[in-house]
């Protein structure tokens, strides 16, 4: 049975599970843009281990929009004195 796993980004270790269900969790708003590799190694009780094969994933963080939305009233024209239902 697995007893633990290690989550590595790119090489590095970036967390360790020690409870079922194993996963990661990854922050991706702390990562620059780019690729990465993960890729998990998974202990028994006897410290036997496996390693998972690579995954690749693309992590795009575009900057946020702080660009308001333009907008333009065309009718009716300032200045009109409308009545009913204005389409």
Do not use: M, W
Not at 10 to 29: E, I, K, V, W, Y
Not at 49 to 59: F, K, R, Y
Request: proline residues 6%.
């Amino acid at each position: 049975a697995v007893a633990s796993v290690e989550f590595y980004v790119n090489g590095s270790l970036h967390s360790t599970s020690a409870q079922a269900p194993f996963s990661l969790s990854l922050d991706t708003t702390k990562l620059a843009s780019g690729s990465y590799t993960l890729n998990a190694i998974a202990f028994d009780a006897e410290r036997n281990q496996g390693v998972s094969s690579n995954v690749t994933v693309t992590i795009d963080n575009a900057p946020a929009d702080t660009q308001s939305p333009a907008i333009n009233i065309a009718s009716p024209v300032a200045g009109s004195t409308i009545s009913g239902n204005a389409p």
